[in-house]
């Protein structure tokens, strides 16, 4: 056995140790990589605004929520935002949740960046794993939750059908019960 | 298997005993590249397994085109950085091999410098995953400093591998 076999197979090892680590992780807990899809109940997490105190998701049952998680980096949801914000206008009892991913030394940023977009709903950031426990992969990340805490549509990626989100909130405000 | 651990012999030859590998690897024109994509490919099945099924299920519960473009945005930004620098180093080696120079074979000697900076996030990778062990950023910045100049001091050896050429 040579030396660049010897490195060779240490360097395999660091491959085998990773991917049956993985493994085991993808096999024993598939769940938690499935992004929180309709029909789930929305799990019951706070978000933080820049002074003040929290808003728990908990708090909002009774009204139909929608939460858009955003960074300010994020091209589609610089393109998006608007369109929230014109849903959130036309839908004065939605609860419009703005929730911002970047960790707190872009808390500046991320208002100044809303500021700059008209964004009339104040920004909260995700301080306490919100994000991860509605398992946001990618942004922007659209979730719509009914009366009753049940997500009723996800949306991942620019919102560029604002008609179609639009109606599912409309049918939510009307036929869920108060 | 042959061929798995010939990969291997050739990877672990990098880290010691780079000049007769770069040699050797020279000689078999093309095959630099060729291991360096195999090991990129292994990197991406191995340590971002967990993202590979976070894309899946996001095709199946959110919608096909999100899944794909997630599964892109993070396969492109697991393996971005290391085409970059098996860029920045063929161009390095085929601009000071001068006479003898061979682009082809100066960027595959580029791409099998580039195993140290494998080894090193691999092994950090293990560390992290593995054991649990968060590492800081200022370590994080040490072990790319250490795997850079590795890589470096290689794409050296690169350069005059290939213009002792014959």
Known sequence: VTPPRVAGLGIGSLFTVLLVWNLGFVVTRCDELRPVRPGDVAPDVSFYRAAGPPVSLGELRGKVV??????????????????????????????VLSVNTEPPSAAQAAQK?????????????????????????????????????????????????????????????????? | MKRALALLD????????????????DRLNGSGAGDALWLLFLKVLCGELRILVAAFWTM????????????????????????????????????LAGRKRSTGRDFDLAAAAWVPVLVVDLAAGVVSTVLGIGLPPAVRTALVAVSLGWMALLVVLSVFVARERA
Do not use: N, Y
Not at chain 1, 66 to 95: N, Q
Not at chain 1, 148 to 172: K, P, Q, S, W, Y
Not at chain 2, 61 to 73: A, E, M, W, Y
């Open chain 2, 60 to 95: 199946i519960v959110v919608g096909f085109g999100p899944g794909v473009t997630l599964l892109l945005s993070r396969v492109g930004q697991a393996v971005s950085f290391d085409l970059i620098l098996m860029l920045g180093a063929g161009v390095a080696v085929t601009l």
């Open chain 1, 66 to 95: 929608l939460i858009d998680f955003w960074a300010t980096w994020c091209g589609p949801c610089r393109k998006s935002m608007p369109a929230v914000e014109r849903l959130h206008l036309r839908f004065p009892s939605l609860a």
């Open chain 1, 113 to 178: 960046f809303a500021d700059g977009l008209k964004i009339s709903t104040p920004i909260l950031f995700d301080r306490a794993g919100a994000a991860a426990a509605f398992r946001v992969q990618a942004i922007p990340h659209l979730v719509l939750i009914d009366r009753l805490g049940i997500v009723r549509h996800v949306h991942v990626g620019e919102l560029t059908d604002e008609g179609d989100l639009a109606a599912r909130i409309e049918a939510l405000e009307t036929t869920s019960p108060p």
């Open chain 2, 10 to 25: 050739r990877a672990g030859g990098m880290l010691v005993a780079p000049r007769t590998t770069l040699r050797a690897l």
